[in-house]
């Protein structure tokens, strides 16, 4: 029987210096992971890196950290060789990269358009791609998507519109790397309560989030909590392997499918 569990893994997260990905990167490390490579975007997040690279080797983990823009299929290319090389042959890849825009449709440019394809949609196809290739067999992707592609709403075309794709990606994935015990998963939390979520929100869609969910009042803030998250990745990361080319959404009954 293959080992599923986290104990002496080796993990790479895109977009782990903060927020989820950075709590995810805490949580494997506390469940006995061997060792994290964490992906930032840019300088403006070096130092959050920096400090979950020594919260991960505080507790007993190996950890690095690389600087990319992976919005080109060569620095995702990079991204896992360079993380090879420095920890070894990931078994656990998980992708938090993602880019938010709330804007009527008719007003919504190219330029936009072509930067959110390529932050949400093209990092996704091949980070899955690069996963495939160097992930150990028997290991497990997750790519962070949104629990909006369960709703019938205005002004998100382009972000649920462009991370959409990401579960025909999932699917074909899970397909394609099974015959090697590899699970592919998309997780699609709600709005979270974390600093990406806010910019792209006015003052009254803010309480409507807040007040959404099923589940809202039992909720610290209404919103979809990292903490209440990063269980289910856990699960999908170890035990969960049997769930593959599913989008499971995450959202205390924000929107259902």
């Known amino acids: 029987m293959a080992d599923h569990s986290i104990k002496g893994k080796v993990v790479l997260i895109a977009g782990g210096a903060k927020n989820l990905g950075g709590l995810i990167a805490h949580d494997l490390a506390a469940q006995g992971a061997k060792a994290i490579a964490i992906h930032y975007n840019s300088a ?125 990606y999932t699917r074909a994935a899970a397909k394609e790397y099974g015959t090697r015990g590899i699970s592919v998963t998309a997780v699609g939390p709600g709005p979270m309560d974390t600093p990406f979520f806010y910019p792209a929100e006015g003052e009254d869609a803010v309480a409507y989030h807040k007040s959404a969910a099923a589940l809202s009042s039992f909720s610290k803030t209404g919103l979809t909590d990292i903490q209440d998250v990063v269980p289910f990745i856990r699960h999908l990361v170890s035990d969960g392997w049997w769930i593959t080319g599913q989008t499971i959404l995450i959202n205390g009954g924000y929107t259902t499918k």
Not at 59 to 78: M, S, Y
């Open 44 to 168: 403006a997040s070096q130092a959050q890196a920096d400090a979950t690279v020594e919260a991960i080797r505080s507790a007993g983990a190996e950890a690095v950290a690389f600087q990319a823009d992976l919005t080109r299929a060569g620095a995702v290319e990079k991204l896992f060789a360079d993380a090879v090389a420095a920890i070894g042959k990931p078994d656990i890849a998980i992708n938090t990269v993602g880019k938010v825009l709330k804007k009527p449709f008719v007003e919504i440019s190219e330029a936009e358009y072509d930067e959110m394809t390529a932050v949400n949609s093209k990092t996704a196809f091949f980070f899955l791609k690069e996963a495939g290739k160097h992930v150990n067999d028997n290991g497990k992707i997750v790519t962070l998507v949104t629990s909006l592609l369960g709703a019938f709403t205005p002004f998100y075309a382009a972000y649920a519109g462009t991370k959409a794709p990401v579960e025909h």
